[in-house]
């Protein structure tokens, strides 16, 4: 069946259906009128009428245009678009986890908190930290508590003028916002030409600004999919300067049991539950962005921390130089459960495998597509790898957006585009672990078939997409002049 | 597009026109370019002071959301308000109607330190 756009409800409205046929009723009617002021009332609510199996085929027909890692490959760079294994959802629907009520007592929520203790001690071994708050509700929370934390540490002993973050050139966009909105300024390092902290910028920025750089923000791998191979110095060198050094793990799936930001020198880090654990990522939501530290910051942590004692778990909230509470109850527990399900079902010794899979087929993908596209950075890699088709652009008029769109018409999601920033026309690249080597192969097969259209039959890529429900949007116009909700003369 | 000749650049791809004391400002063709179709931009309120570097305004693309710096010191004392129903004239006549704002210039050694126009095509 050939998939079409779904009118919306309104459009499909016909007067006076309805989905149920009430009863009369068995009770004097009262006026509205009587009961309301009039300025309260109006005289049209324009709702659409259907039926019910109206409405049920409207939802799954959009059900259907929807693209997700359970119809396809999701190769969206940065992101770790892996697979949702089934198991984690059976657990999370079991009725004692998900009915549990969130102002329950302690002592009535013990396998919940069980649930949570384990969860802080089994991130904090993974991360090489020495305790984590799970609270934070996405990564960039987890960006901004972490460098809350930073900044307490830093009041607490005398050193409050300590202003400025630094942050690289190949960061993740949230870090110098999560950053500024902590009340920061940042400053950028550049990147050297193998894609990686430019050590000598570095020096000179501690130089200059000695007595006031609160901490460095860095993900490892960056985001250009490198290690960043000088991170024991980098970690030294800030700590010389009196700062502390944060890690975006969003970029943990390149490292997942095999080796530890707490290891490099990191003093505080986040997860992404939501990619590198496999919980549900995007539009399911919520997220989840559990924060590691070292000791050092462990008065500071946010209320309540989960704690085990001779009587069971508890919620501690006796915490005097704790800066407060950033989530209401504790955290998104039904995705830390999901997280710890996917943990326990690989278990200490198979965790590796995540990271070596995921880390073999990025590299599979450079490899096979090096001679198609040109690498940015071309070495091994970890998780991700990153194109750039600079060279399509100047010599084909075929931009990476003109790439993207027309992978769409082979059935693959689109990679991510345009980002990290440093490389123009970028093509970011992460397949995960999740995905065989046949799929792999089809994604390659249909990326060379893209390049050589671009050398003997440009057009059919700057017109993509061709086979899906819509074609390529104006997404000029809609960005200029956007018409945000519906209305009667729409119809 | 040919770059005209009687403008100057700055390194972050703000070009100027002085005529006498007041310099006319935009972004190049090239920025633009890089962009792509721009959907909005943010500029100043005319009488702001401005030191050059400082952040001028914004400017978002269907790509990106960029900032702009001026130049030049001064006071802003024209700003385009063509741009506002019309962003897409940056991308169209990036070096004509899509100019941007008008600063009277307190420093007029600023203009020593942009690009000339040969200078700034061999750049970028």
Redesign the interface.
């Known amino acids: 069946m050939k998939l079409t756009i779904e009118p919306l409800l309104f459009e499909l409205s016909k007067p006076g259906r309805s989905g149920v046929e009430l009863p009369a009723c068995d009770v004097p009617v009262l006026s509205i009128s009587d009961l309301l002021p009039s300025e309260g009332l109006r005289s049209t609510l324009p709702l659409p009428e259907l039926s019910e199996p109206e409405v049920i085929r409207h939802y799954t027909h959009l059900s259907q245009l929807n693209y997700s890692t359970d119809s396809g490959f999701y190769p969206l760079g940065s992101c770790t678009m892996k697979y949702n294994p089934k198991l984690n959802e059976e657990v999370a629907r079991l009725p004692g986890f998900a009915r549990v009520h969130p102002d329950l007592p302690d002592t009535a929520a013990q396998g919940t908190l069980e649930v949570l203790y384990s969860m802080q001690e089994i991130l904090a071994e993974i991360g090489g930290m020495d305790t984590v708050s799970l609270q934070p509700a996405a990564g960039a929370h987890g960006e901004l508590l972490g460098l809350m934390l930073i900044k307490a540490y830093h009041d607490d002993h005398g050193q409050g003028q300590r202003c400025l973050v630094l942050v690289p050139e190949a960061a993740h966009g949230t870090n110098p916002a999560s950053a500024a909105r902590c009340g920061y300024t940042t400053v950028t390092i550049k990147s050297d030409g193998r894609g990686r902290v430019d050590m000598a910028h570095l020096r000179t920025l501690l130089t200059e600004n000695q007595e006031n750089v609160a901490g460095l923000m860095l993900t490892n791998p960056n985001t250009l999919g490198l290690f960043e191979d000088d991170i024991a110095e980098i970690c030294a060198m800030i700590h010389t300067a009196g700062g502390l050094v944060y890690c975006d793990g969003a970029n943990m799936n390149a490292l997942v049991g095999r080796a530890r930001p707490g290891d490099m020198g990191f003093d505080v880090m986040h997860f992404n539950l939501h990619k590198t654990f496999s919980s549900p990522h995007g539009g399911g939501g919520p997220g989840s962005g559990p924060v590691g530290i070292k000791s050092i910051l462990e008065p500071y942590l946010p209320v309540p921390q989960v704690v085990k004692t001779d009587g069971g778990y508890r919620r501690d909230y006796d915490r005097p130089k704790s800066i407060g509470r950033i989530h209401g109850y504790y955290g998104s527990f039904l995705c830390i459960l999901r997280a710890y399900a996917y943990i326990l079902y690989y278990g200490r010794e198979r965790l590796a495998n995540i990271a070596e899979n995921a880390v073999l087929n990025a590299n599979y993908i450079r490899v096979q597509l090096q001679n198609s596209f040109d690498v940015a950075y071309n070495e091994l890699c970890m998780h991700e790898c990153v194109f750039t088709a600079k060279r399509q652009q100047r010599e084909r008029g075929v931009r990476a957006?003109d790439i993207a769109k027309r992978l769409m018409d082979f059935g693959f999601h689109p990679p991510t585009i345009?980002f990290p920033?440093l490389v123009p026309e970028a093509l970011m690249i992460e397949p995960t672990e999740t995905e065989s080597m046949e799929t792999l192969d089809s994604f390659i097969s249909a990326m060379r078939q893209i390049a050589s259209e671009i050398e003997t039959d440009p057009a059919i890529v700057l017109s993509a997409p061709h086979e899906t429900v819509v074609h390529k949007l104006d997404?000029?116009t809609?960005?200029?002049k956007p018409v945000l909700r519906w209305r009667e003369q729409h119809k | 597009m040919p770059t005209p000749i009687d403008l100057n650049f700055s390194s972050t791809h703000e070009w100027c026109r002085i005529d006498a004391n007041i310099a006319t400002v935009g972004i190049s063709d090239h920025a633009q370019g890089e962009l792509?179709?721009v959907?909005?931009t943010l500029l100043p309120e005319v009488g702001r002071m401005l030191q050059r570097g400082d952040k001028l305004g914004e400017i978002?693309?269907?790509?990106?959301v960029s900032d702009l710096y001026a130049p030049v010191s001064g006071e802003v004392v024209a700003v385009n308000e063509a741009l506002d129903d019309a962003?897409?004239l940056v991308n169209d006549d990036p070096y004509g109607k899509g100019w941007m704002v008008k600063i009277k210039m307190t420093q007029p050694a600023d203009a020593e330190t942009l690009l000339d126009s040969a200078a700034y095509e061999a750049t970028f």
């Open positions: 957006l345009y920033l997404e000029a809609a960005a200029r | 792509g179709d959907a909005l978002e693309s269907i790509k990106a962003p897409e």
